[in-house]
C-alpha cells in the first residue's frame, strides 16, 4: 500500500536539511494548499496535475490509497492546531493526542455533568435535548403583528418601500460608532505622516512648513476622508419608520425572542411586572415580552426620540390580541432612576448616540433603573459587539468598585458569559462574539425567506451569582460535526476560550451525544477538570 519516497536527491531538493520525508498526490492544487496552510505544513512546487502535500515519512502511491490519507488527513488538522494565544487552550480528553504541532497546548480534562449523566443513562433526557440547549426555532411574526404591518403600509406602494428598506437594511448592517476625539486625532496625525513622508519638514522653515500644508490641504482631507467613517444620526420620519419596519421588524423580534426565552428557560420563577424599553423603535422588545410574561406584565414603559416612530409602535400593539393597556411612550429618557422596572432593555439603540461618553451615560441610566435584569443587544458585527462589550466592562467595573465601599451592589453576568472577568474574544483574534437567530421575513408585498441575523448580547442581572449555578460552558462558535468526532469551540467560567474535540471513546458516548446535537450559542453539560488540581477522594 505504501512505499518508501528513496529519490536523495529529490529529497534534498525539497528538503535542504536532508530530512527524510514522504509526499502525498493531491489533484486539486487549491485543496493542497488549503490542507498544507491549515496543518502548518509545506508544499512543494504545483504542477499541472495536481501538487505533493508532505504527511508524514511515506508516500501514497495509488487514487484508493490518497482518499484514506485525505481522510486522516482531515482528522489530524481538526485535532492539531497551533496555539494562538495563551488564553486558547486545546483539549484533547484523556487519550495519547496531547502534542499540537508548533506551540504545545495546555492539557486538560472533561467530565458531563454529574446530574445530566444519571438522566440520560436511565432514559429520563434524550441527549438531543439536553437542557444546555437554547436555540429556539426559525421564528416568524405572530399573525397580529404581519396584520397590523399589511394596515400600516396600505397607502403607500409596496415595491419602492421594499426596495428603500433593502437599502435601510445595508447601511444600519455597516455602520460604525462615530470616532472619539482622541481617534480622530490619530487619523489626522497618521494621514500627515502619509502625506509629508517625501518630504523632510525639519529643513524648512516655519512659513515653508505652513505653505506646504497649505498646498496639501485638499490631500489631507481626501485621505482623511478615506479614512474616516462619517457617521450621522439616523432621523426616522413617518417614512422611514415603515421602512425600517420592513427591514428590521422580524430579525429583531426573532433575537429578542430568543434572548427571553433564555431567561424564561433559566429563571422560571421570574415574573416580571414593568418592562423599561430604551429605543423602543416600532415596539418589537414589546412584542417579544408579551409572548412570554403577558399575565405578569402591567406596565411597558417605551422611549424613542422619534414621534413617528412612536405612533407606528402604537397602531401595531393596538392589535394585540390581549389588547395591551399600560403602555407609555416617551421621546426622553427620564434624568431620574426613581422608578425601577424589573427588566431593562436597550436593543440595537446604543450605535445611535454620538460618543462613548453618551454611551456610557446611558448605561449607567439604565443599570440604576433595573431591579432585576439589564439586556443590551447590538448588531453581530465587530462595531456592535464592541459597543456590547464596552457596556458590559462598565458595569463590570463600576460594580467591583462597588463591592469595596459600605453599600455594595453584587451582580453577575447572566448570558451568554458563564464568568464575570474581562472577555477574551479579542485577545485571541478580531472576530466579535456573536451568535445566530434564524427566522423567516416579514411577508409584506413579497414571499417571506427563511434567513439568519447574528447579534452581539449581554444579560447582566443583579444580586450574587446563585451557588447552584453550574456555569456551563458555552459554544462561542458553530459546532464541526464531522465523522465519529465533534470539534466545539467553547468559552469557559474562568474566561477562556477553549477548543474540546469530542470521541466517543474518550469522552463516552452521553458527552459525546451531547457535544454532537448542540450547535452555537447552546451550553455543554461538562465540566472542565484542571490536571495540576489534586484528585478528588471518590
Given at each position: 500500500?505504501?512505499?518508501?519516497?528513496?529519490?536523495?536527491?529529490?529529497?534534498?531538493?525539497?528538503?535542504?536539511?536532508?530530512?527524510?520525508?514522504?509526499?502525498?498526490?493531491?489533484?486539486?492544487?487549491?485543496?493542497?494548499?488549503?490542507?498544507?496552510?491549515?496543518?502548518?505544513?509545506?508544499?512543494?512546487?504545483?504542477?499541472?496535475?495536481?501538487?505533493?502535500?508532505?504527511?508524514?515519512?511515506?508516500?501514497?502511491?495509488?487514487?484508493?490509497?490518497?482518499?484514506?490519507?485525505?481522510?486522516?488527513?482531515?482528522?489530524?488538522?481538526?485535532?492539531?492546531?497551533?496555539?494562538?494565544?495563551?488564553?486558547?487552550?486545546?483539549?484533547?480528553?484523556?487519550?495519547?493526542?496531547?502534542?499540537?504541532?508548533?506551540?504545545?497546548?495546555?492539557?486538560?480534562?472533561?467530565?458531563?455533568?454529574?446530574?445530566?449523566?444519571?438522566?440520560?443513562?436511565?432514559?429520563?433526557?434524550?441527549?438531543?435535548?439536553?437542557?444546555?440547549?437554547?436555540?429556539?426555532?426559525?421564528?416568524?411574526?405572530?399573525?397580529?403583528?404581519?396584520?397590523?404591518?399589511?394596515?400600516?403600509?396600505?397607502?403607500?406602494?409596496?415595491?419602492?418601500?421594499?426596495?428603500?428598506?433593502?437599502?435601510?437594511?445595508?447601511?444600519?448592517?455597516?455602520?460604525?460608532?462615530?470616532?472619539?476625539?482622541?481617534?480622530?486625532?490619530?487619523?489626522?496625525?497618521?494621514?500627515?505622516?502619509?502625506?509629508?513622508?517625501?518630504?523632510?519638514?525639519?529643513?524648512?522653515?516655519?512659513?515653508?512648513?505652513?505653505?506646504?500644508?497649505?498646498?496639501?490641504?485638499?490631500?489631507?482631507?481626501?485621505?482623511?476622508?478615506?479614512?474616516?467613517?462619517?457617521?450621522?444620526?439616523?432621523?426616522?420620519?413617518?417614512?422611514?419608520?415603515?421602512?425600517?419596519?420592513?427591514?428590521?421588524?422580524?430579525?429583531?423580534?426573532?433575537?429578542?425572542?430568543?434572548?427571553?426565552?433564555?431567561?424564561?428557560?433559566?429563571?422560571?420563577?421570574?415574573?416580571?411586572?414593568?418592562?423599561?424599553?430604551?429605543?423602543?423603535?416600532?415596539?418589537?422588545?414589546?412584542?417579544?415580552?408579551?409572548?412570554?410574561?403577558?399575565?405578569?406584565l402591567n406596565e411597558y414603559y417605551c422611549v424613542d426620540s422619534s414621534g413617528d416612530m412612536h405612533r407606528l409602535a402604537e397602531s401595531i400593539i393596538a392589535n394585540h390580541p390581549s389588547k395591551l393597556k399600560e403602555v407609555y411612550f416617551r421621546q426622553f429618557l427620564p434624568s431620574s432612576a426613581r422608578i425601577k422596572s424589573d427588566i431593562v432593555?436597550?436593543?440595537?439603540?446604543?450605535?445611535?448616540?454620538?460618543?462613548?461618553?453618551?454611551?456610557?451615560?446611558?448605561?449607567?441610566?439604565?443599570?440604576?433603573?433595573?431591579?432585576?435584569?439589564?439586556?443590551?443587544?447590538?448588531?453581530?458585527?465587530?462595531?456592535?459587539?464592541?459597543?456590547?462589550?464596552?457596556?458590559?466592562?462598565?458595569?463590570?467595573?463600576?460594580?467591583?468598585?462597588?463591592?469595596?465601599?459600605?453599600?455594595?451592589?453584587?451582580?453577575?453576568?447572566?448570558?451568554?458569559?458563564?464568568?464575570?472577568?474581562?472577555?477574551?474574544?479579542?485577545?485571541?483574534?478580531?472576530?466579535?462574539?456573536?451568535?445566530?437567530?434564524?427566522?423567516?421575513?416579514?411577508?409584506?408585498?413579497?414571499?417571506?425567506?427563511?434567513?439568519?441575523?447574528?447579534?452581539?448580547?449581554?444579560?447582566?442581572?443583579?444580586?450574587?451569582?446563585?451557588?447552584?449555578?453550574?456555569?456551563?460552558?458555552?459554544?462561542?462558535?458553530?459546532?464541526?460535526?464531522?465523522?465519529?468526532?465533534?470539534?466545539?469551540?467553547?468559552?469557559?467560567?474562568?474566561?477562556?476560550?477553549?477548543?474540546?474535540?469530542?470521541?466517543?471513546?474518550?469522552?463516552?458516548?452521553?458527552?459525546?451525544?451531547?457535544?454532537?446535537?448542540?450547535?452555537?450559542?447552546?451550553?455543554?453539560?461538562?465540566?472542565?477538570?484542571?490536571?495540576?488540581?489534586?484528585?478528588?477522594?471518590?
Amino acid at each position: 500500500m505504501f512505499s518508501k519516497y528513496c529519490s536523495k536527491s529529490r529529497t534534498q531538493q525539497a528538503d535542504p536539511q536532508g530530512y527524510r520525508y514522504s509526499s502525498m498526490r493531491i489533484t486539486s492544487p487549491r485543496l493542497a494548499n488549503y490542507y498544507a496552510k491549515q496543518a502548518g505544513m509545506r508544499t512543494e512546487a504545483i504542477r499541472p496535475r495536481g501538487c505533493s502535500l508532505i504527511v508524514g515519512r511515506y508516500r501514497c502511491c495509488g487514487a484508493r490509497e490518497s482518499s484514506v490519507i485525505l481522510k486522516l488527513l482531515s482528522i489530524i488538522i481538526s485535532v492539531y492546531r497551533v496555539a494562538e494565544s495563551n488564553n486558547v487552550a486545546k483539549i484533547y480528553g484523556t487519550g495519547n493526542h496531547t502534542e499540537a504541532m508548533g506551540e504545545a497546548s495546555a492539557r486538560a480534562m472533561v467530565k458531563i455533568d454529574e446530574s445530566v449523566n444519571k438522566q440520560i443513562e436511565t432514559d429520563e433526557l434524550n441527549p438531543k435535548r439536553h437542557p444546555g440547549i437554547i436555540k429556539s426555532r426559525a421564528m416568524q411574526l405572530p399573525e397580529w403583528i404581519e396584520k397590523a404591518m399589511v394596515e400600516a403600509t396600505a397607502d403607500h406602494p409596496v415595491k419602492p418601500l421594499r426596495k428603500v428598506a433593502g437599502i435601510l437594511a445595508n447601511y444600519l448592517k455597516q455602520r460604525h460608532p462615530p470616532l472619539e476625539k482622541h481617534e480622530f486625532v490619530d487619523k489626522l496625525t497618521e494621514v500627515q505622516e502619509l502625506v509629508s513622508r517625501k518630504v523632510d519638514l525639519s529643513k524648512l522653515s516655519n512659513d515653508e512648513i505652513d505653505e506646504f500644508w497649505k498646498r496639501n490641504q485638499y490631500n489631507v482631507k481626501i485621505k482623511l476622508k478615506q479614512r474616516v467613517y462619517a457617521w450621522v444620526a439616523v432621523e426616522y420620519d413617518a417614512y422611514k419608520s415603515l421602512c425600517y419596519m420592513l427591514a428590521r421588524g422580524a430579525q429583531e423580534y426573532s433575537v429578542l425572542y430568543q434572548i427571553f426565552n433564555e431567561i424564561h428557560l433559566a429563571d422560571k420563577e421570574f415574573q416580571p411586572k414593568a418592562l423599561f424599553d430604551f429605543g423602543s423603535g416600532i415596539g418589537t422588545v414589546t412584542w417579544a415580552a408579551s409572548q412570554f410574561w403577558i399575565t405578569s406584565l402591567n406596565e411597558y414603559y417605551c422611549v424613542d426620540s422619534s414621534g413617528d416612530m412612536h405612533r407606528l409602535a402604537e397602531s401595531i400593539i393596538a392589535n394585540h390580541p390581549s389588547k395591551l393597556k399600560e403602555v407609555y411612550f416617551r421621546q426622553f429618557l427620564p434624568s431620574s432612576a426613581r422608578i425601577k422596572s424589573d427588566i431593562v432593555v436597550s436593543a440595537f439603540s446604543l450605535m445611535e448616540l454620538p460618543n462613548a461618553q453618551a454611551r456610557l451615560e446611558v448605561v449607567l441610566n439604565l443599570w440604576m433603573r433595573t431591579n432585576n435584569y439589564l439586556i443590551i443587544v447590538e448588531q453581530g458585527t465587530n462595531a456592535g459587539f464592541r459597543i456590547v462589550n464596552e457596556a458590559r466592562d462598565f458595569v463590570l467595573d463600576m460594580s467591583s468598585k462597588s463591592l469595596e465601599t459600605d453599600n455594595p451592589n453584587p451582580f453577575h453576568v447572566f448570558a451568554p458569559c458563564p464568568h464575570d472577568i474581562i472577555c477574551p474574544r479579542y485577545i485571541v483574534d478580531k472576530t466579535p462574539c456573536n451568535f445566530q437567530s434564524s427566522y423567516f421575513t416579514v411577508s409584506v408585498g413579497k414571499q417571506s425567506e427563511l434567513k439568519k441575523e447574528r447579534y452581539s448580547y449581554v444579560v447582566l442581572k443583579k444580586g450574587e451569582r446563585p451557588a447552584d449555578d453550574p456555569q456551563w460552558p458555552r459554544l462561542v462558535r458553530p459546532s464541526l460535526v464531522r465523522s465519529k468526532h465533534t470539534m466545539c469551540r467553547i468559552c469557559t467560567a474562568t474566561g477562556k476560550l477553549e477548543e474540546i474535540v469530542f470521541t466517543a471513546s474518550k469522552h463516552g458516548k452521553p458527552l459525546y451525544k451531547c457535544a454532537r446535537h448542540s450547535d452555537w450559542g447552546d451550553k455543554l453539560p461538562l465540566q472542565i477538570i484542571d490536571p495540576e488540581e489534586p484528585a478528588s477522594s471518590d
